[in-house]
């Protein structure tokens, strides 16, 4: 028995050699070691249930890595991959605008392992406000037209501002968003879609962090319009059309104008009359101011709005006659007209020797009912002025209304 108690140690003894030198040989083959893990990207958000998370932005360098020093067996950090390794920081105690210095945290995907070096150990993060602030648009026109015989006319966006959302440090550093389009020869742009880009007070092209907008693209039309210089003119009533230069000569300032417009709409433009002038009303000379009234999509290339004309009648006198010579016309063969007014009297323009010619036999008031369905009654109707064949002379101011009776026999 005590023969078998001593055999037995024995074997314990040799057993726990055999053992540690088991121990020794893999500790040789899998040693201790320390290994680098370069270019980590460090996460640096908000947790989903950090209430901050939807009133501040994170505003730091794009892509921050960092490079650790781990020590541990090799035979696990030979199976380790960069992309496994998590470095992150931690935001919970962020609540305020402000920049702060955090330490890197790391998450291996093994246990049993020693974080040695990180580089940079902290990350400074910089956490602000998040506002919305609407930021003037302004287009930027290149490219050339024919400036001889083309303008750029008037540019327009479908906005005039866009709305923004970022931090408010940010957004301070906007000024305007700016729509670049390059005209290609004399054609116009039409409701074109063009992306924008931020610029500051300067002018500088800036790309501000953490701030987004819904609008992608902005509208913008820039037309090309033909440009045409045509004569301005003016029109008289009351005007014989035997005078000639020696009775009625006129002037206009300025005498033309310079348009702009669609092709199609300036070919078809050769004046403009800007107004009427009754010379009934003119003695000797006279000045009239118009308002130019351009055509629709029509405009002035020198922003001209008025003329000025000055009219000048001479050799002209005016002469009363009255008249008791009253006509109706086209009266259906049913009906019987009866003209009732009182004799009228009107005034003649002309010249002197034209106007003695004219006795009171040679002026006709006539009731022209063409087109009037007019039912027995009696009727106020405007007439018109017959004169003797010849007769080179105009009327002054408007006929009166003349009263007839129409009866069915």
């Given at each position: ?30 040693p201790e070691t ?141 000024a305007k968003a ?150 109706v016309e086209n ?79």
């Amino acid at each position: 028995m005590k023969k078998f108690i001593s055999n037995n140690g024995m074997l314990k003894v040799l057993a726990v050699l055999i053992a540690f030198v088991l121990w020794i040989f893999v500790g040789m083959q899998n040693p201790e070691t320390e290994k680098a893990f370069k270019n980590i990207p460090v996460r640096i958000e908000f947790a989903q249930n950090n209430p901050a998370r939807d009133e501040l932005s994170i505003i730091s360098s794009k892509n921050q890595k960092i490079e650790i020093s781990v020590r541990g067996r090799r035979s696990v950090l030979d199976n380790i991959q960069s992309a496994e390794i998590i470095a992150w920081v931690d935001l919970d105690d962020v609540t305020e605008p402000g920049e702060y210095s955090l330490p890197v945290q790391i998450t291996m995907p093994v246990g049993d392992l020693l974080i040695e070096r990180k580089t940079p150990s902290s990350i400074l993060v910089r956490v602000d406000r998040i506002v919305m602030s609407e930021i003037p648009v302004q287009v930027s026109v290149s490219g050339e037209i024919d400036d001889n015989n083309y303008l750029r006319g008037q540019t327009t966006t479908d906005l005039k501002t866009i709305e923004v959302t970022g931090p408010e440090q940010e957004l301070g550093k906007i000024a305007k968003a700016v729509v670049d389009v390059e005209l290609q020869g004399n054609v116009s742009i039409e409701k074109q879609y063009y992306p924008y880009r931020f610029v500051d007070a300067d002018g500088n092209t800036i790309e501000p962090e953490g701030v987004t907008s819904e609008t992608q693209k902005i509208r913008v039309s820039v037309p090309v319009l033909r440009k045409k210089t045509v004569p301005l003119r003016v029109e008289f009533a009351n005007m014989s059309e035997d005078w000639d230069q020696s009775v009625v000569t006129h002037t206009i300032e300025p005498d033309r104008v310079e348009i702009a417009g669609e092709e199609s709409v300036i070919n078809s433009i050769s004046e403009i009359v800007v107004g009427k002038i009754d010379l009934s009303k003119v003695e000797g000379t006279a000045e009239f101011a118009f308002d130019i009234i351009y055509p629709n999509g029509v405009t002035s290339v020198d922003s001209i709005r008025s003329a000025r004309v000055t009219v000048t009648v001479s050799g002209m006198i005016t002469r009363e006659f009255t008249s008791d010579q009253f006509v109706v016309e086209n009266l259906l063969d049913s009906y019987v007209a009866e003209v009732v007014s009182d004799p009228v009297t009107v005034s003649l323009r002309g010249l002197a020797e034209n106007l003695e010619l004219l006795t009171d036999d040679d002026v006709t008031l006539v009731v022209d009912l063409q087109n009037k369905m007019l039912q027995p009654g009696t009727y106020e109707v405007t007439p018109t002025l017959r004169l003797t064949e010849g007769a080179d002379v105009a009327l002054v101011g408007e006929l009166p209304k003349l009263k007839i009776n129409i009866t069915q026999p």
